[in-house]
């Protein structure tokens, strides 16, 4: 792991962590939007008006809150609107890099080695972690924002003027319970699996993994019931459940020993992830090796050995039932 001090790099710093074994996750410092109009968003500043071509997008096909933003890219066609970098899917002593491998991009704007340059591109005395996503913009060569859960707001409203605007993730009339049912997945489930893979002290792990298993209980008992989190409609909920729904029988059942079950044994949950993963283009947004390579090789304080594990075999092209809710 690394952090970056004033504008430093350095190699040596363990994950942020409490006394009693916890996880703690850092806060996303990038905050700025992106508007039709280049007004001020609902924090940061003003100035990032939506435009064709300006924003690119950094991601890691690995990263579960990545995964959010190029889901969202794919859904409103903003493929020609928005370009995307992609990392290496190997996370080491420097952080993210952009070496060759399959179906990673290099940095195709600057051409940098490490994700950590354009952090200290756009702030030269930059403190904090590097993380993906960012969006960066061409013009003021910043990052305007590194948290997905606001690059995906931008995403499925700013950019209507080229976007699909039939596709609205976020309507008015669900906001509140979007919101809420957000709050409710998040800790548990989104940052539960983190929570319990890195914890330090077997009291953590275990309080994290009952509290994770227990919040998939809720959420298959209320999938029984209605297609999607909110009912029929499909939100801007699901497509933040979907990643981690997606990563945890291949990596957090084993790596973050969250092993009480398997998506794949919650009917009503695994149908789900099935119907999201064969919606069209989503599987285009997924790349399964660089999820298990990242996890594996990348956290070697959980898997010193570096072995990535073959399998499991998994057909998420099977038929999902889910019709028969509506
Ligand atoms: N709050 C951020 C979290 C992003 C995040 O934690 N990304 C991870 C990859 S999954 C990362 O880049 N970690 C770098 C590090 O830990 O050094 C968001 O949702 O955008």
Redesign the pocket.
Known sequence: ???MINGQLHEDWL?AETEDGEFV????QFRHWVTPDGSPGPSGEGGFAAEPGRYHLYV?Y?????H??LIFRKLKKLEDIISVSVVHPH?GPK??DFRDYPDATGDTLYGYDY?HQLYTRADPHYSG??????LWDKQHETIVN??????IRMFNSAFDAWADDSVDMYPAALREAIDEINEAVYEPVNNGV?RTGFASTQEAYEKNFDTLFAALDELEQRLSKQRYLLGSQLTEADWRLFPTLLRFDPVYVGHFKCNKQRIADYPNLFNYLLELYQMPGIADTTRFEHIKQ?YYYSHVELNPTRIVPKGPVQDLLQPHNRGELT
Not at 62 to 66: K, M
Not at 129 to 134: F, M, N
Not at 146 to 151: K, L, M, P, T, Y
Request: proline letters at 6%; glycine letters at 2%.
């Open positions: 792991m690394s952090l994950d996750r850092q806060d996303s890691s690995a990263c579960p809150w990545a959010r933003t996370m952080g993210w994700m972690i590097v993380t993906v996503p960012a590194n948290e997905s859960a606001e690059i983190y990242h």
